[in-house]
């Protein structure tokens, strides 16, 4: 008797109208009776780059799938960023945990002079031509974008 392998059709994948950016992968630990357990925490930013962002986090046992949460979560929290052309509309300053951020729009052409976290953010969200600056004491890529998206909420059309 002759077998033959049964090919399983590849599911096309979707492509979605979202960019994303990985901004950390952590291992953590939880210590128990046993010893320690181990896990990852993502942290990903999501945006359409005209407008539209979003932050989520995902702690699961494999990267894989912390992944994946933190994608799913940061679909979830996608809210819309009120921009005047490629800058935002106002100075802002805004605080999350020890994470203090500040945003000043710039003019047209002058780029965007942020760094790390911050920076991912923005661009994500569309914003070309702004200038941040991490006045909170921490160097934490989470909290500093968590920071950033709180002051990027705080904007008044």
Known sequence: MEQRRQHRAKRPEIKSEYKEKTIDIRRVTRVVKGGKRFSFRTTIVLGNEKGLVGIGMGKAADVAKSIEKARNQAKKKLFKVPMKDTTIAHETLAKSSAARVLLKPAK????????????TVLLMAGVRDATAKCIGRTKNKLTNAFATIEALKSIKS
Do not use: E, M, P, Q
């Open 108 to 119: 047209k052409g002058s780029g965007l002079k942020a760094g790390g976290a911050v920076r």
